[in-house]
Each structure stands twice: as C-alpha cells, then as structure tokens.
C-alpha cells in the first residue's frame, strides 16, 4: 500500500516557477505509474502529466507542454513537476497520484494512490 505526499506549492507571480515534489513510500516506487492532476474551483480534476515506471513515456496536458516537466528519481522514490511560464491559468490545487501498471491514465479514477494537494497560486 503505497502513500504519497506532495510539497512545493506556493504564491508566484505571472511568468515565475516552482517545482512540486511527490514523495512515495509504502510501496515498490519503481513499479508505479505517477502523475499529476490539478483542479481549479468549481472545475473537475484535469491530468497535467504522466511518467511510466520506466521513464520512457511522459504525456503532458496540450496547454502546458513545453512549460511543465514531469521527472522521476527511483532512488528517492519521487516524482517532480517542474512548473516554467507560469500563467493565472495554472492556478489549482495540484495533486499526485500513482497506480500500478503501465498504462498512463488520464482519468482520475484510474489512479489508486492520492496526495492531499499542494496549492499552486499565481498571480497577474
């Protein structure tokens, strides 16, 4: 039974960075799919990224492709979201996720593990 933790939100302004950090314990991390989603108010929970256990296979939300980097270190047991270019639009609470199997899904019932959220604000 794997649990996940995220960290790194915070104030930014328009055009700033931040990078979100997904801590893994409880589980065999090498062998989990990870992710990130995000969820503005009064919206439904979107995929922003994914990252196959091997590494290979990063699928980004069309909107932020080229701004936001999704990476994995193993050895850590960690899943980051570098976040570049950041715009109001990207305001949410951002959340991680992991499940076992090497599908990257991008609907949220397809994840098994959850962090409660970090938000991400940035201002104009």
């Known amino acids: 039974q794997a649990h996940v933790v995220e960290s790194g939100g915070g104030l930014v302004q328009a055009g700033g960075s931040l990078r979100l950090s997904c801590v893994a314990s409880?589980?065999?991390?090498?062998?989990?799919?990870g992710a990130w989603f995000r969820q503005a108010p009064g919206k439904e929970r979107d995929f922003v990224a994914g990252?196959?256990?091997?590494?290979?296979?990063?699928p980004y939300l069309d909107s932020v492709k080229g701004r936001f980097t999704i990476s994995r270190d193993n050895a850590k047991a960690t899943v980051y979201l570098q976040m570049n270019s950041l715009t109001p639009e990207d305001t949410a609470v951002y959340y991680c996720?992991?499940?076992?199997?090497?599908?990257?899904?991008?609907?949220?019932?397809?994840?098994?593990?959850w962090g409660q959220g970090t938000q991400v604000t940035v201002s104009s």
């Open positions: 990252i196959s256990a091997s590494n290979s296979n990063t």
């Open positions: 996720a992991a499940k076992q199997g090497l599908r990257i899904g991008v609907w949220p019932i397809e994840y098994t593990y």
């Open positions: 409880g589980g065999t991390f090498s062998t989990l799919t």
